[in-house]
Each structure stands twice: as structure tokens, then as C-alpha cells.
């Protein structure tokens, strides 16, 4: 099983990019690595997901390093709407992306 | 598009009475799971199903049962309940092999 390891919160300032990592040094070589948000009381929503170099959508970027053992989530010019506890999650089909971690909890500050 | 809808979104039950919880997945989505989250412990899973079949199974007691039918809903059954079982109950769908999941609003079980 693939563990990761966040840092439990951050901080940040509105209009800062934030870069949240994720360590998955068991990662396999069929995982992929998948970033969720979360709002309290709300189901967590699907963010990015990647295999491998840098995936790019509306919302952020994900990072992974030709090792794979790490991968960065990067949130661009965040809002006080972007606070919310992130999960990353590796992974595929066969079990083990369904194993969600203690997340990072980001609090944007005015 | 409808989302992931999950009935009902609050119930209360007393200890020792079972509950089921529905799960309507995203149209074309065959893999369903189900999540269990408490402010102590998090985001648990408790199992996947993929055209009616359980593909993966969490760390839970025998209690805890689910099924997934011909068009892809999902339930799930908890026997017994206990305090403990008081929740936010999660479902997701997904396509299929690697996509990310879409998950709904939760339902909301308090045990009494």
C-alpha cells in the first residue's frame, strides 16, 4: 500500500501560489497520483491527477519528478475560497487509490 | 450533468437498529465506493463495487455490508449500529480504471 506523507496545514496569503507536496516513496509503477479538496461537511472534490512530468488544468498543477516519489500540487494565486484540507492519494484501480491520508489543511489569510 | 446523489442526507437511528444508505452514481460510472468519515479518524474506505461486484473491501466489521445493482446504484446496509457508527457517510463514482472520483454530498447517520 502506497502511503503518503503532508504536511497536516499551511498558511498562506490571498493572491500567494501555494505549493502543497505529498511523499509516496512506495509508490507503484501502475499507481497514478490523484489530489482531492475538501470543505467541512461537504464530499471531497477531484482536483488534478497525474502520472508522471506536469499536468496543468484550470484549477492547479501537479508536479511529479522522474522518480515519482513525490509530487507537488500547486495552487495559483489562492482566495479565501481555497480553504479547505487537500488530500493526495496514489494508486490505481486495484485498491489502493481509495486510501485517503490526514490531508494538508489550508487556511488562506486576507 | 446530475451529480452523485445520496439518499437520505440525514437520519437519525437508535443502537441496535440497521440502516441502508442509497447511492445514485454519475450516469455511465460503474465504480462506486463508499466512505465513512469521523473527526477522529478521517476519510475511511469501506468498499468498491464495479459492475455489481465488491472489487475491494476496507478494514471494517462484517456490519458493514453494501451491493450495487444492474444500473449502477449503490446501497449500503449497517447492522447493529453502535455509537461509533455516527458518521458522515461518502459515495463516489468513477468511469472506470484510474480516473478520479466524484463524490456526493454525504449522508449524515447519528447514532442515538
Known amino acids: 500500500l502506497a502511503k503518503t506523507t503532508q504536511p497536516i496545514s499551511m498558511d498562506s496569503y490571498e493572491g500567494q501560489e501555494v505549493n502543497i507536496t505529498c511523499s509516496h516513496n512506495?509508490?507503484?509503477?501502475?499507481?497514478?497520483i490523484t489530489w482531492y479538496q475538501q470543505f467541512p461537511s461537504q464530499g471531497p472534490r477531484f482536483i488534478i491527477q497525474?502520472?508522471?512530468t506536469k499536468v496543468t488544468n484550470e484549477v492547479a498543477s501537479l508536479f511529479i519528478p522522474a522518480d515519482r516519489k513525490s509530487s507537488t500540487l500547486s495552487l495559483p494565486r489562492v482566495s479565501l475560497s481555497d480553504t479547505a484540507v487537500y488530500y493526495c492519494?496514489?494508486?490505481?484501480?486495484?485498491?489502493?487509490?481509495?486510501?485517503f491520508g490526514t490531508g494538508t489543511s489550508l487556511t488562506v489569510i486576507p | 450533468k446530475a451529480g452523485v446523489t445520496q439518499t437520505p442526507r440525514y437520519l437519525i437511528k437508535t443502537r441496535g437498529q440497521q440502516v441502508t444508505l442509497s447511492c445514485s452514481p454519475i450516469?455511465?460510472?460503474?465504480?462506486v465506493s463508499w466512505y465513512q468519515q469521523t473527526p477522529g479518524q478521517g476519510l475511511q474506505f469501506l468498499f468498491e463495487?464495479?459492475?455489481?461486484?465488491?472489487?475491494n473491501k476496507g478494514n471494517f466489521p462484517g456490519r458493514f455490508s453494501g451491493r450495487q445493482f444492474s444500473n449502477s446504484r449503490s446501497e449500503m446496509n449497517v447492522s447493529t449500529l453502535e455509537l461509533g457508527d455516527s458518521a458522515l457517510y461518502l459515495c463516489?463514482?468513477?468511469?472506470?480504471?484510474?480516473?478520479?472520483?466524484?463524490f456526493g454530498s454525504g449522508t449524515r447517520l447519528t447514532v442515538v
Open positions: 463516489a463514482s468513477s468511469p472506470g480504471a484510474n480516473y478520479g472520483y466524484t
Open positions: 512506495n509508490i507503484a509503477t501502475n499507481d497514478y
Open positions: 497525474g502520472y508522471k
Open positions: 492519494l496514489v494508486g490505481d484501480y486495484t485498491g489502493n487509490q481509495f486510501y
Open positions: 450516469s455511465g460510472h460503474r465504480s
Open positions: 463495487y464495479f459492475s455489481e461486484t465488491q472489487r
